[in-house]
């Protein structure tokens, strides 16, 4: 079992920062597959960013690399969500989630459906 607490969202203007974080706790200490999806009103949520805890894998939505930047912590069991230049179209919930270390690949990172453990949530707003 994984439980999954997040922690910085908030409220920013255009152009400003926020780091997400999010913390797993495990039965057992392994590497995970931990990713960050968001979700606006009334769609789907959709993959922002996906890493593999057990090494330096990382991936990314292609509209956002460059702006926001994933990275992981094995021994902490943490990801982060460095979050740059941020746009209203950016206001969401985001959700951090965590899979089986072999969900990092390529193909299926970003598929809601391969996520076993998701966290509460924490909403992002970026207005002026």
């Known amino acids: 079992h994984v439980q999954l607490v997040e922690s910085g969202g908030g409220s920013v203007q255009p152009g400003g920062s926020l780091r997400l974080s999010c913390s797993a706790s495990a039965d057992s200490h392994k590497a995970f597959c931990m990713a960050w999806f968001r979700q606006f009103p009334g769609k789907q949520r959709e993959g922002v960013a996906a890493?593999?805890?057990?090494?330096?894998?990382?991936y990314y939505d292609d509209s956002l690399r460059g702006r926001f930047t994933i990275s992981a912590d094995y021994y902490k069991n943490t990801v982060t969500l460095q979050m740059n230049d941020l746009k209203p179209e950016d206001t969401a919930m985001y959700y951090c989630?965590?899979?089986?270390?072999?969900?990092?690949?390529?193909?299926?990172?970003?598929?809601?459906?391969?996520?076993?453990?998701w966290g509460q949530g924490t909403q992002v707003t970026v207005q002026g």
């Open positions: 989630a965590a899979a089986g270390s072999w969900i990092c690949v390529t193909s299926t990172w970003f598929l809601v459906e391969k996520y076993g453990y």
């Open positions: 890493a593999y805890t057990g090494g330096r894998t990382t």
